[in-house]
């Protein structure tokens, strides 16, 4: 590991990727662009991401990393393990022993605070995209606050779904200024993005970070008559009953039986720890 | 009474090339002026510098703005220019897929720009984007399919649909029925003609297509190698052509 640079990428680069980030924090929501290094890991493995996490990342901190919620996906493994050998950090699943949090697709049930930091990996970051491919007029879109556009898409949803089905990376306003992608969490996460914690976005391929400053206003767009709705499978866990945490479906069997867990695999250890049981669950599950 | 819109020397080049030199006019609230010439006359590059989607070399194109009355428009500011382009402004292009979302459904197509002036009642936009199918013409059950599936006429409708929706005081139409069917021609007209009638719009036509002025436009301007040769009332300029281009024209020696 000694031939790495702390967290693998050299200073100058790090120095350049952090003034992107607070260029972000300054602009809540404005994509900011940056010369995106090449990580020794393929771009679908959230290279941004881990870009990001490697500017932030000090000596000190104790790092998690989750995948659609788990910590033990192969990506969220890998991820861990590389800050752990190129930064010798601390490492958890725990999300409150956490300072800073690589994820992909999800927001912690868990309530972050002032002192953590949650780094998103990115794969598309202009919500535009989809009904407007040319990069040179998003970027004017942005520039001049036209956002129709966004409410075009949500009204397709709606004429062809009969809802907005928009499940995930479900667009926001930022401090009534930005339209921005959450990145693919579900829209269930969507009410979470306010909150205590600095959350970072960090975009490989497209080579952009943007941010949310703690405690920014970030409403979900929506109509009138059809007001966003942070919705989530109508169940408890089967393993720790918690009714409000975002589930999985799991297939158990060929006859068709399933169970609903939570996706957040640290929030169900935790529940079952402090004796709370599912449906399906047992005392000694955890 | 202020003219709604009053162009004054609008220049512009393609290098040495010229593409519209000295063109001024004033057009009153209610008026359609057809602009007529030969391909390659400067048509269209003189609708693009009025509309702003060029940059003119020389000139000023001064409207009546709600808000402050006779503005410069080539003065103004990139977001002023563009928020006028999506309210009192619209451009209807001779290619219906340059002016439409191709991959969005027609409701959605028509829907845009109320959506983008604000509209955020999904309901109301839906009733106003199927009331717009109406008047062009396309059935309600279309509502959804996009313009893909639309021919070239229905999409040519579509785009006026999209355009009209939020009641413009002023439209820009390029060929409006150029490269459609002689029959379907007819049918754009009618129905251009009725809604210019019913909502008293004013309008700037350019056409190679003397059957449409003589249609639509109250006056009418005759351009040649970029220069105005002629203007005046429609019926005039074409029972009466004064200049030589314009008796060529008219007498359909020229006529593509
Ligand atoms: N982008 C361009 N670059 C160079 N020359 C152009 C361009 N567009 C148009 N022209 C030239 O300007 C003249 C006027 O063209 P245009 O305005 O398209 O005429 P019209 O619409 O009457 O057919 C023509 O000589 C044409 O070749
Ligand atoms: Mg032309
Ligand atoms: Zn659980």
Known sequence: MSEYNFAYLDEQTKRMIRRAILKGLAVPGYQVPFASREMPMPYGWGTGGVQVSAATLTPEDTFKVIDQGADDTTNAVSIRKFFENTAGVAVTEETEKATVIQTRHRIPEAELTEDQILVYQVPIPEPLRFLEPRETETRKMHSLEEYGLMHVKLYEDISQHGDIATSYAYPVMVQD????????????????????????????????????????????????????????????????????????????????????VCS??????????????????????? | MTPLLQVKGIEKHYGARIGCKDVSFDLYPGEVMGIVGESGSGKST???????????????????????????????????????????????HQHARDGLRMSVSAGGNI?????????RHYGDIRDKAIDWLGRVEIAESRVDDRPTAFSGGMQQR?????????????????????????SVQARLLDLLRGLVREMGLSAIIVTHDLAVVRLLADRLMVMK????????????????????????????????
Request: charged residues 25%; negative net charge; aromatic residues 6%.
């Open chain 1, 177 to 260: 200024r930005y339209v921005m992608d959450p990145s693919p969490i579900p829209k269930f996460d969507n009410p979470k993005l306010e909150m205590s914690a600095i959350q970072l976005f960090g975009a490989g391929r497209e080579q952009r970070i943007y941010a949310v400053p703690p405690h920014t206003k970030v409403v979900s767009l929506d109509f009138e008559d059809y007001p966003f709705e942070a919705t989530k499978a109508d169940h408890a866990c089967d393993l720790c009953g918690a009714e409000n945490s975002y589930l999985d479906e799991v297939i158990l069997d060929d006859a068709g039986n399933r169970m609903f």
């Open chain 1, 264 to 286: 957040d695999t640290d929030y169900c250890r935790s529940r079952r720890a402090a004796g709370h049981v599912g449906r399906l669950g047992t005392e000694d599950a955890a």
């Open chain 2, 46 to 92: 003189l609708l693009n510098c009025l509309a702003g989607h060029l940059d003119s070399d020389a000139g000023q194109v001064i409207f009546d703005t709600r808000a402050d009355g006779p503005v410069d428009t080539l003065q103004m500011s990139e977001p002023e220019r563009r928020m006028l382009g999506r309210t009192d402004w619209a451009f209807v």
């Open chain 2, 111 to 119: 829907g845009e720009r109320l959506m983008a002036v604000g509209d």
């Open chain 2, 158 to 182: 579509l785009q006026i649909a999209r355009n009209l929706v939020t009641g413009p005081r002023l439209v820009f139409m390029d060929e409006p029925t150029g490269g459609l069917d002689v």
């Open chain 2, 225 to 256: 190698d970029g220069h105005v040769v002629e203007a005046g009332l429609t019926d005039q300029v074409l029972d009466d052509p004064q200049h030589a281009y314009t008796q060529l024209l008219v007498s359909s020696v020229l006529q593509v």
